[in-house]
């Protein structure tokens, strides 16, 4: 069992950057984050795997977002600079033991999420 708690959302003004912690609880496992806008499919955006030696990105955030991993203190984060009102969204992290990628289907645990809002 893996517990995930995200903390560091909130109000941010565009061009802003914003770093998301997603801290897990038991073994390590690849993590993923992804985001959410209401009424919307969620999109994965980010993974990295349980050792913090590879990671990967969806196309539409290359650049922009980072995520990295402090395998002691089994926390993830997930930098995101030059924040744009698009991306106002629920993001959320989620445990694999298969995968860091975009098969959101092998995700087993999920964090509660976590709103951003940016004001333009």
């Known amino acids: 069992q893996v517990h995930l708690v995200e903390s560091g959302g909130g109000l941010v003004q565009a061009g802003d950057s914003l770093r998301l912690s997603c801290v897990a609880s038991?073994?390590?496992?690849?993590v993923g984050w992804f985001r959410q806008a209401p009424d919307k499919e969620r999109e994965f955006v980010a993974g990295?795997?349980?050792?913090?030696?590879?990671?990967f990105y969806a196309d539409s955030v290359k650049g922009r977002f980072t995520i990295s991993r402090d395998t002691a203190k089994n926390t993830i984060f997930l930098q995101i600079d030059s924040l744009k009102p698009d991306d106002k969204d629920i993001y959320s992290c989620?445990?694999?033991?298969?995968?860091?990628?975009?098969?959101?289907?092998?995700?087993?645990?999920w964090g509660q999420g976590i709103q951003v809002t940016v004001s333009s």
């Open positions: 989620a445990a694999s033991k298969v995968t860091w990628k975009d098969n959101r289907h092998h995700y087993e645990y």
């Open positions: 038991g073994r390590a496992y690849h």
């Open positions: 990295i795997t349980s050792t913090g030696s590879q990671s």
